[in-house]
């Protein structure tokens, strides 16, 4: 959830820094520092509560002229967000450090340093560890040995960016499940929990493993395992355009990436398909043995990832006719699990880096399923390195905190894996090639709806002033429903919840009055007059209606007259979670702005849940 940058270099580093913690702003932050070692190879730091560009201000008037450095943004887990709990940490003017995670173990770690006569000047679990590493240093006078030790005592997950006046021109890192990268450059080396921190400055990196600690010179980069014994790990091309990561003509990165979604369907589809037939390889070269053999699939996920695989649930068993069970990562990893037999473990992550889905994986592995599959949008992730199969949505960068066409691209995967799974049992592909040429067409379909993007604005006019909404879907849309409730709270913080529409009569309808707007997905499938039925329930009570419909004359229906209803293009039933998603992310866009909040940076929330 927070941000590292650091560097060493034969130039100053504070502007390299600080560009890298303004790339880093998606991730969500409260407060931000820096410290480096100056030309008298001493520890100069300087932290504000606050955005980036405050702490840019800050050093016009502090600066910071050093070769060797470290910077932060944080997002408060433990503490209030206040100055003297922002990163880097001190300890004796001789050690600074940054880090990401939560360690576990920090109160009984602080309790032993209290009593060795350590002073603590925050509330942080973090200022423990660069103690600790003063503790051990002043006993072996190494500094690597002092951090391998330290770490052997911590307890959660951690990503450390360590410098030291003993050692001016060294930066240290060590990893273990938060994830770290460092920058090749020529005559200076980086590091960042993310690449795209380092774009400005190279497109080489070294994608850092659990349990390894890294050594960072000008010229060299050493990296080690948990016994201090040294390890190659193998170095990855970037090649991203920095272009990717710019609005352009869009106010907000969420709305350049609800209008890349056309495009990034088909991105996620390119060389995929085949003569009307999914390629059985796309999701690695073992599922031709695999996939005839899955008797069930389980689903692990969180947040929209979990309501892309609410979705999938509904794919798999009608078109495979194969059992799908559907978790939140959090709750699978904590419980006594009932492992079905033959069963494909399949994780939904953007990043793949989420801390409880990475979690889930690695007990799946443990316990023996048939076999793992990462579909996520990293291909240097840690979820993608470690599962069995994998694949990549190429959704493109998302930098949006609500994701929008990570979620889509995951959907498009989902059916994707639906229709090889079908046809791994029953053999026929005559289904396959109509919802592939209907699949192929989605993108065409999608760019009519954002041709829309007014008729919505206009809806979002009627929300401003409300505190509560209610959306509701059938079959594959009541996730969809979900999904639409999710992004209207996490922007707007209005509050939203999604329902199947046939449990309005089970408490839902309780909270309709005319103060209440209620949106409602109602495409011409079997269940279009029980949906229609659920509508008059919510008109009857004064509910105010908006639909989203491909009905065409319901408009003219005087139940509906006086209803805000948007026409939906056509496509096949199966299809219509992808497309009738897109309307409702861009309603919560549009409400977001006019009720003015950070619609890329929505409070309390970050892009990337590295920790639990």
């Known amino acids: 959830m927070c941000g590292i940058v650091g560097a060493v270099a034969n130039r100053p580093v504070d502007k390299l820094l600080i560009d890298g913690l303004k790339k880093l702003e ?34 016009l008037t502090n600066p910071l002229m050093g070769h060797t450095g470290i910077a932060h943004t944080r997002w408060a887990t433990h503490g209030a967000p206040s100055e003297h709990n922002a990163h880097p940490f001190i300890s004796n003017d001789e050690f600074a450090l940054v880090h990401n995670g939560i360690i576990e173990n920090h109160a009984h770690l602080r309790n032993s340093l209290l009593n060795d006569g350590y002073q603590f000047h925050s509330e942080t679990d973090t200022e423990v560890i660069v103690h600790l590493i003063h503790s051990h240093f002043v006993k072996s006078k190494d500094l690597r040995q002092a951090v391998r030790a330290t770490i052997n005592q911590l307890e959660g997950a951690y990503a450390l960016g360590i410098i030291s006046k003993h050692d ?69 091309e970037l090649p991203l355009n920095l272009d990717s990561i710019e609005r352009g003509e869009y106010r907000h990165y969420m709305q350049k990436e609800i209008m890349e979604q056309p495009e990034a369907i088909a ?52 078109l495979a006719g194969i059992p799908c069970s559907v978790e939140v990562a959090s709750e699978f990893r904590y419980r006594d699990v009932a492992q079905s037999k033959n069963s494909l473990f399949v994780t939904l992550s953007q990043s793949g880096e989420t801390a409880d889905t990475l979690a889930a994986l690695r007990l799946a592995k443990k316990m023996g399923y048939l076999s793992t599959l990462a579909i996520c949008n990293v291909s240097s992730s840690s979820m993608v390195r470690e599962a069995d199969l994998h694949f990549l949505t190429r959704a493109g960068l998302e930098i949006g905190v609500a994701s929008t066409k990570a979620f889509v691209t995951q959907l498009t995967a989902l059916f994707l894996l639906a229709l ?17 040429e209907q699949l192929q067409h989605l993108p065409t379909l999608i760019k009519d709806v954002l041709h829309q993007d007014s008729k919505i604005a206009e809806w979002a006019k009627s929300f401003t002033n409300k505190n509560h909404a209610i959306f509701i879907g ?11 409730a999710l992004k209207l709270k996490e922007i707007s913080y209005i509050h939203a919840e999604g329902y199947p529409s046939g449990e309005l009569k089970h408490g839902p309808l309780a909270l309709v009055d005319t103060n209440m707007p209620v949106i409602s997905t109602v495409p011409s499938d079997n269940m279009l007059e029980k949906s229609l039925s659920n509508l008059q329930e919510v008109r009857a009570r004064g509910g105010q209606l908006f639909i989203l419909t491909d009905q065409g004359d319901l408009q003219n229906q005087p139940a509906f007259s006086d209803a805000h209803i948007i026409r939906m293009p056509k ?22 702005v006019l009720k003015g909040t950070d619609v ?10 590295t920790v639990e």
């Open 26 to 59: 998606y991730r969500g932050y409260d407060s931000a520092g820096i410290a480096i070692i100056d030309a008298k190879q001493q520890l100069q730091r300087l932290r504000v509560v606050g955005k980036v560009r405050e702490l840019d201000n800050a050093l």
């Open 267 to 318: 991105s996620c589809l390119e060389g995929r398909l085949n003569k009307g037939q999914v390629l059985s390889a796309i999701f690695g070269h073992k599922t031709e043995a695999i996939f005839p053999a899955v008797e069930h699939v389980q689903l692990i996920a969180c947040g929209t990832s979990y309501h892309a695989a609410l979705v999938a649930r509904y794919w798999f068993e009608a």
């Open 600 to 609: 890329d940076q929505p409070r309390n929330l970050a892009k990337s849940v």
């Open 571 to 592: 496509t096949h039933p199966l299809l219509n979670p992808i497309l009738y998603t897109i309307p409702l992310q861009m309603l919560a866009y549009h409400v977001a």
């Open 168 to 236: 001016p021109k060294r930066l240290i890192v060590v990893r273990q499940g938060s994830p770290l990268v460092i920058g090749r450059g020529r005559g200076e080396n980086f590091v960042a929990s993310d690449p795209l921190a380092l774009l400005s400055v190279t497109q080489q990196f070294i994608y850092l493993e659990d349990n390894d600690l890294a050594e960072i010179t000008l010229d060299s980069v050493s990296i080690y395992d948990q016994n201090l014994k040294e390890v190659k790990r193998e170095e990855h």
């Open 474 to 484: 059938r079959g594959a849309l009541y996730p969809i429903a979900l999904e639409g």
């Open 420 to 436: 090889l799974l079908r046809r791994a049992r029953h053999k026929d592909t005559a289904l396959e090639k109509e919802l592939l």
